[in-house]
């Protein structure tokens, strides 16, 4: 495959630059800007701004309500991220068979993810809502208590791994069904002649196979986990009951907008983000070796 | 391939059915209430606005002044006010008032705060009234007194409303919606335990009563429900003459920190507790949840529900949907303290500097036609909020406004017999949004047993002070 050649070498950027403004503008800036007033004691989104250094920094890295939040965020994105993943793999190695209707089972499953993470939100606080939600009627009919999903720390928790899990099945269950259907069966088929069981054989060899598929649904899941899981926590519990589900992105998002905190908003961003940056660069370190790629 | 093109093909129009059918059911509109008898029994007058019609887009006529009028209100309210600025504009050729909707309270302040940064904010704007110190100190407003024309009477407000808005003796910005909590009822299921239908409950130990027998009887599961907002406990801090704040509840000058840890606010927290221990008070689990709290009330799990006024013809209607029979209390309080009343809650109308003094002078036109006696009797029927003029109350009470539609009444006296002290001025705080959380999850705490009443409380009140502190530096 031959790559075009252009004739003059700005010929390229000129291409390029629609998006690179785009970047430049919506993404570039605002990230310097964050950046910049995390190092601010900041009023009023942006009208009075006062350099206190690295005040902000110092002042989470002391409150233990920010450590909270962190381990939240940790406990709710490793829930999130494993068990999502494991459900997917499970439903997609069954959407998989050779059934009647699988098409359409295919079709179905991939659904949640086209929601606005809005709707989802809305839709679960109404199954889940005391008094009135569907799940009360039949936790009541079936272990005879209703369950105090909103109020209860516990509960609450457990509800926003549900929703923020469900909500992402349909993005992991497309990309391990692609994946799955890349299997090459030759290689399964040898792994049974030479006696490997269905155990075996699933770890060993689709396991394996799927690990490039794997390794980029982690961080993609993680990016989720991290960022998307806002709408649910907003629309759910907003960060309650007692900050049990304050992850980080919820308690940024109330500093900078509710409170009027930008400065330890921004800060808030930037720790964040080097978390997330971090949690990454660990995969590719460690997990990059296991990766198979290749048939 | 066949059948999953036609599934493919059923299941996007099934996804289409709802747009349709969502705009396809519109209630009959009725024409508001004025020549319509009270209905003492069951059926309930329903004042209703057509919900799915948009109103008709105008063109900006050439040459007119455009002001821009931001709010926080959605639904029916929403439409109401649309066809009130499009009969501020058809009886005002060479102004064209351009209102939108910005989401909610916060939001709208939001926008307003990085629309002034960009040096273009929107002439008017809704601002809640625990923002006041917040827009005070923002310095994006010009304060509203000393714009309005001579002719407009500012004593013709109500007591409780302009002790709420005057800082430093001055009114910054105009009132607008104000409201203030009420005891709402079903009738029909205080009937069914046994109790007299007209006499609500009035004190914190006559609610223990009649949640007992409420209970007790069977007739619902739980006895009343009222957000877990921070709103109520500031309610009842005034209706018990205690003070939120320091420097007369921040008024006097800037305040530095907040009485959580008052016998007042110990008697509130502790009676919340032992209503949520009986299983007489229950709530949706999530704090400052308003629909849940209706929702548990509307749908019968309590027989009562403490809400804001400005809610009355929703309560209404859903009285006559649901079938029973609405009646309206005043906000309870403890027998052992003398009744002081209560803060307006709600929001006003801020202007905003920078502008042109042609755009001013509109600007404050509109606004002061907005609040006028005709609109202030308009904006009460229509939605429950206060009638904020005295005017606009005699008016009402020459229509027999009040005994026709008794529902409106308990609100209304409620303001009336409102003592003026600090206290029921109500609090100017800076970080009051984060004071608020705060104080939402040491009750929270409190009723999930975590922590005692005098914990809580104290606790609350370290993190509060704290917090005003640190925003008290960040506006000096």
């Keep these: ?295 | 391939m066949k059948a999953t093109k036609w599934l493919a093909i059923v299941t996007l129009l099934a996804l289409l059915l709802p747009l349709v059918a969502a705009c396809g059911a519109t209630p009959a509109p009725s024409t508001g209430g004025e020549g319509q008898p009270a209905q003492v029994t069951v059926e309930v007058t329903r004042i209703v606005e057509k919900e799915c019609e948009e109103a008709p887009k105008e063109e900006i006529p050439e040459g007119a002044i455009v002001i821009d009028f931001w709010h926080a209100f959605g639904g029916g309210r929403k439409l109401l006010i649309e066809r009130m600025v499009a009969d501020y504009n058809y009886t005002h050729p060479g102004v064209y008032v351009r209102v939108e909707n910005k989401g909610s309270y916060r939001d709208t302040l939001n926008a307003a705060i990085l629309a002034a940064q960009q040096g273009n904010p929107p002439h008017i704007v809704q601002i809640f009234e625990v923002g006041s110190q917040l827009a005070l100190d923002s310095g994006i407003f010009i304060p509203f007194e000393d714009n309005a024309p001579e002719w407009v009477n500012m004593d013709d407000l109500i007591g409780g409303v302009s002790n709420y808005y005057r800082f430093n003796g001055k009114f910054y910005s105009m009132p607008w919606n104000s409201s203030n909590p009420i005891l709402y009822y079903n009738k029909d299921m205080f009937r069914a335990a046994g109790l007299d239908p007209e006499k609500p409950p009035e004190t914190f130990e006559e609610m223990l009563d009649v949640c007992e027998k409420i209970v007790g009887s069977g007739v619902a599961k739980n006895c009343v429900s009222w957000p877990l907002h921070s709103w109520f406990f500031e309610q009842w801090m005034a209706n018990m003459g205690a003070e939120l704040a320091n420097n007369g509840n921040g008024r006097d000058a800037r305040a530095t920190e907040v009485y959580l840890t008052s016998d007042a606010a110990k008697t509130i927290v502790s009676w919340w507790k032992e209503m949520y221990d009986k299983g007489y008070y229950a709530y949706s689990g999530k704090l400052e949840d308003w629909d849940g709290a209706d929702a548990i009330f509307v749908s019968g799990q309590a027989a009562m529900e403490i809400t804001s006024t400005s809610d009355v013809v929703n309560r209404q209607n859903d009285a006559a949907e649901n079938g029973f029979e609405l009646g309206t209390g005043y906000l309870p309080y403890p027998a052992n303290s003398e009744r002081q009343g209560v803060i307006v809650g709600g929001a006003s109308m801020w202007m905003s500097g920078g502008h042109p003094e042609e755009e001013l002078k509109a600007a404050t036109d509109f606004v002061t036609w907005f609040t006028n006696t005709e609109n202030a009797v308009r904006w009460h029927k229509a939605t429950g909020y206060f009638p904020i003029r005295k005017s606009a109350v005699t008016v009402l009470e020459g229509q027999q406004w009040f005994e026709r539609n008794p529902a409106y009444r308990a609100a209304f006296d409620q303001l009336l017999n409102t003592k003026d002290t600090k206290a029921t001025r109500g609090a100017v705080i800076g970080a009051f949004p984060e004071v608020r959380t705060i104080i939402e999850q040491a009750i929270e705490k409190v009723l999930a047993g975590q922590a005692t009443v005098d914990e809580a409380l104290q606790q609350a009140k370290e993190e509060a002070d704290k917090a005003i502190e640190d925003y008290n530096k960040s506006v000096e």
């Design chain 1, 1 to 295: 495959m031959s790559t075009a050649k252009f004739k003059g070498k700005w010929v390229p950027w000129l291409f390029m630059l629609p998006t690179l403004i785009i970047l430049a503008v919506f993404l570039y800036y605002p990230v310097i800007q964050t950046f910049r007033l995390s190092f601010y004691r900041v009023a009023f989104l942006g009208l009075k701004t006062k350099f206190t250094g690295l005040d902000n920094y110092i002042d989470l890295l002391k409150d233990s309500n920010y450590h909270h939040t962190v381990l939240v965020t940790l406990v709710i994105t490793t829930a999130v991220v494993v068990i999502g993943l494991g459900i997917s793999l499970f439903i997609a190695m069954l959407a998989n068979q050779k059934i009647r209707g699988a098409h359409i089972y295919r079709f179905l499953l991939i659904w949640p993810f086209a929601l606005s993470p809005a709707v989802a939100g809305v839709v679960f606080l109404f199954m889940f809502s005391p008094g009135f939600g569907v799940v009360n009627y039949l936790t009541s009919l079936v272990i005879g208590r209703e369950l105090n999903w909103l109020g209860d720390p516990t509960l609450a928790v457990i509800l926003i791994i549900m929703a923020s899990i469900w909500k992402n099945l349909g993005y992991n269950i497309v990309f391990y069904l692609a994946a799955l259907q890349n299997v090459n069966t030759e290689v399964l088929e040898a792994a049974s002649i030479d006696g490997a069981n269905a155990w075996q054989r699933f770890w060993r060899v689709t396991f394996a196979l799927l690990s490039p598929m794997t390794f980029f649904l982690l961080i993609t899941n993680i990016t989720y986990s991290f960022f998307d899981i806002f709408g649910m926590v907003d629309i759910l519990t907003k960060g309650g009951p007692q900050d049990a589900t304050n992850v980080m992105i919820y308690n940024l998002y109330r500093d900078a907008f509710e409170y009027y905190k930008t400065g330890l908003a921004s800060a808030q961003s930037v720790i964040l983000f080097l978390l997330v940056v971090l949690v990454t660069l660990i995969q590719f370190r460690t997990s990059g070796r296991q990766v198979h790629y290749g048939g």
